[in-house]
């Protein structure tokens, strides 16, 4: 059975450091890509960013450039996501997924939260 469990969320105040964490099991973590996607309240699912199955190659959206960085530890079979200089906007339930958005697998999300 696939799991995706992500950790490392909370409340942070703008400007501020979040690492978050996403533990995978029942699949071949290093065979995948793997996909930070985040919701805002109110708002729809926005692509966060993906990382290569060996960490290879990295992409971001336009806004989290410079900000936030995309990793994994193929050993450990754990992705991450440092977050930094974080702002309100950046205020969401974050999730990691396998297997592409519309057919993979999600985790529960962590919920991120930049407010003073």
């Known amino acids: 059975e696939v799991q995706l469990v992500e950790s490392g969320g909370g409340l942070v105040q703008p400007g501020g450091s979040l690492r978050l964490s996403c533990a995978a099991s029942g699949f071949t973590f290093g065979n995948y890509d793997m996909i930070w996607v985040r919701q805002a309240p109110g708002k729809g699912l926005e692509w966060v960013s993906v990382?290569?199955?060996?960490?290879?190659?990295?992409y971001y959206a336009e806004s989290m450039k410079g900000r936030f960085t995309i990793s994994r530890d193929n050993a450990k079979s754990t992705m991450y996501l440092q977050m930094n200089s974080l702002k309100s906007e950046d205020t969401a339930v974050y999730f990691c997924?396998?297997?592409?958005?519309?057919?993979?697998?999600w985790g529960q999300g962590t919920q991120v939260t930049v407010s003073s």
């Open positions: 990382i290569a199955w060996n960490g290879g190659r990295t």
């Open positions: 997924v396998v297997g592409g958005v519309l057919y993979g697998y």
